[in-house]
Nanobody, 125 residues
Framework: VQLVESGGGLVQPGGSLRLSCAAS????????MGWYRQAPGKQRELVAT???????NYADSVKSRFTISRDNAKNTSFLQMNKLEPEDTGVYYC????????????????????WGQGTQVTASS
């Protein structure tokens, strides 16, 4: 399974960015898709998650500014980030909790968790 992230960049405070994360490979189903971020010198933290049936969880610091969504048909998640603040600066990583299909003597599926390569988001004037 591969995760490809896109959409990071440099914006002024108050600006917007939209991140995408596309998963591909032998995917049977995806339970949870999420976004995490890591600022310099800090631990990686949760930004938002969305389950297959649409349950959403946000970090308090991004509620009302960020919106997570997903396209189940394309195994893709999105993070719309509005009113970006300097404190939002960091590397953003997508995360998926899925069932992956393996082909050996018998076909079977196993739960796996994957991370994207990370994309830099910088809000600065």
């Amino acid at each position: 399974v591969q995760l490809v992230e896109s959409g990071g960049g440099l914006v002024q405070p108050g600006g917007s960015l939209r991140l995408s994360c596309a998963a591909s490979g032998n995917i049977l189903s995806i339970n949870v898709m999420g976004w995490y971020r890591q600022a310099p010198g800090k631990q990686r933290e949760l930004v938002a998650t969305i389950t297959s049936d649409g349950n959403i969880n946000y970090a308090d610091s991004v509620k009302s500014r960020f919106t997570i969504s997903r396209d189940n048909a394309k195994n893709t998640s999105f993070l719309q980030m509005n009113k970006l603040e300097p404190e939002d600066t960091g590397v953003y990583y997508c995360n998926v909790d899925l069932l992956e299909t393996f082909y050996g003597l018998q076909r079977y599926s196993q739960r796996r968790i994957y991370w994207g390569q990370g994309t830099q988001v910088t809000a600065s004037s």
